[in-house]
Structures are given as C-alpha cells and as structure tokens.
C-alpha cells in the first residue's frame, strides 16, 4: 500500500488484438489488479483521478483504458465499426495481457459490466471477481415478449411489477460532433438526463465533457460506434456458471436499468450480493457515493 500514489500514475499506448488502446495504471503493481471497464462510448476519463488514486491507496493496482473508438485508443469508420462486443471484452484481457498481469478483479459500468460477464463466463481463470455497476444480463436470446418499462417507472416497485429490463444503450440524437461546444453541451445535457440525486453540477460534467472531447481522436466514431456494433453471442442462460465472488452495485434512480433488472442479475449469479446506490441513476458513482463503492470494491477477496 502507499501513502501518496499520485506520483507512480502512468498513461502508456498498448498493442492490442492489432490495434493500439491507451491505458491508464495507479499504484502499486505488487497489489492485485483492479480492471475498471467503462461503459458505451466512455473513455476512461470517465473513472475520475481522484476515484482511482483512492481505490489505488486501499492496496489495489487499478487500471483503466479507452475502448476502442475512444479516447485515444484506435478509431474505426464512423457507422462501420467492424467488430462486437466479443472484441471489446477481449480488447479488455488484451489490456491485462500487455501488462503482464493473469489474473484481475473485474469492475464493469453498465456495458462494461456485461464485457465483464461475457469474461468471466469464457476466462473464469482469468478473474478474480466481480463489481458490476449499472449494468444488467446482457442481450437476450430472443426478443422480449412484454412491453419495456417506462424510464419513470419508481425504483420502488417490485421484480413483479416490472417488466423486462430495457435494451442495450442507445444513442442521442447527435450533434456535429466535430464543434467542441455543442458536443460538450451535448454530453452535458446527456448525463445530466439520466443522472440522480448525486449528479455532479454542471460546471464539473462540463470541465470532464471537455477533457473527454479534447482527448478523443474521433467523437463522431466515439459516440456512435458502439451503439450499432452487434453485442455477441447472448450468455444470460450461463450466468448460473459464475463461481467468482460477484456484487451488483444499482442505482435507486437508474431510468435506463430498472431495479428489477438489477434484482434478476443478482438472482441469476449464485452468491451475488446486491447494494442499491441511493439517489443514483445511470452514470458512474457521484462523488458522494464513492465511499460505498470503494469500500464494496476494496471487500472483494484479494
């Protein structure tokens, strides 16, 4: 463990399944590695410094990366991505390969959770555990039946009362992504839309908007890509199988993922533990609520 690990933060480029993805490490590489996997058309900057110093002082090496069409990782065609959701999650183990590191504990935001699924389903040895944040079962195996729930439904109802979970995430209308303002505006508005209680004022979405926009290579392909790339083969029917110590972190005030939905990946993993983030909707864990999160990652066993 160390005091101060703001000193040993290192950003490199690593080669990765033929392609190049920026990474990001904090603290220590003797500690256990912490993967923190973002969700669709997030860039790393997403999982803020200050989050990842702290959860590198409780004795992890935490590391982050840019998925590919974003951030400065390698970009494709915009509206012709060329790869799934089978890439992202083994652009992910390619990120572990590069640093020489076998085995991690897996932290998934709403896609990236199911990346992190998909991993522990075909790479059990490869993983340590599971925190999946925002996040749900991943693409069904045939299409729902009933009619989805409304993004206002109250958290408060039960898996009864709710219908199936929504579809993957989709995007906004778009802007010209190539102005900086009116993209900034755009993410801005975006979180701010799907956020809760928590979320962050909008002089600070707009100071990370803008960090985003400025490291990205292409925000047109960032913010589109991922939506239309096809998500893989559905694993909902072998979640049974997970025998990794998992926990599902949830949002009280989630619009996209609705509390049943979180209650049903719970169920269908044997063991998982389920913690509701009051006040939260879909978006990483506000500040406020990093203590929660933090202590629920730093408990997983080493």
């Avoid at 009051?278 to 978006?283: I, L, Q």
Wanted: proline fraction near 10%.
């Amino acid at each position: 463990m160390i005091g101060n690990n703001e000193a040993v933060v290192t950003e490199m480029m690593l080669p990765v399944n033929g392609i190049e993805v920026c990474a990001s490490t904090f603290g220590e590489r003797s500690d256990p590695a912490v993967l923190l996997i973002g969700g669709a058309a997030c860039s790393m900057d997403w999982w803020a410094d200050e989050f990842c110093r702290r959860l590198a002082a409780g004795g992890r090496y935490v590391i982050r990366y840019d998925h590919r069409d974003t951030g400065r990782t390698t970009s494709f065609p915009v509206g012709d991505p060329g790869y799934s959701g089978v890439d992202l999650a083994h652009d992910a183990l390619g990120v572990l390969d590069a640093l020489h590191i076998h085995r991690a504990h897996l932290v998934g935001q709403s896609l990236g959770g199911m990346l992190a699924q998909r991993i522990a389903l075909d790479r059990p040895h490869r993983v340590l555990s599971l925190t999946l944040i925002s996040t749900s079962r991943g693409p069904r195996s045939t299409p729902p039946t009933s009619p989805q729930p409304s993004p206002s439904q109250s958290p408060s109802q039960s898996p009864a009362a709710s219908q199936a979970p929504p579809p993957l995430e989709k995007a906004p209308e778009q802007p010209d992504w190539t102005d900086r303002r009116a993209t900034v505006d755009h993410i801005v508005e975006s979180v701010r839309s799907i956020g809760g209680a928590f979320t962050a004022e909008e002089p600070q979405l707009r100071r990370m908007a803008e960090r985003v926009f400025d490291r990205t290579n292409d925000m047109a392909a960032s913010q589109t890509n991922h939506f239309i790339a096809e998500p893989g083969p559905p694993y909902r029917d072998r979640l049974g199988e997970l025998k990794v110590p998992t926990l599902v972190l949830h949002g009280t005030q989630d619009p996209f993922f609705t509390p049943a939905s979180a209650e049903a990946l719970a169920a269908a993993i044997p063991g998982a533990k389920l913690i509701w983030l009051e006040g939260v909707g879909h978006e990483y864990a506000p500040e406020a609520l990093w203590p929660v999160v933090l202590e629920a990652i730093l408990s997983q066993p080493r």
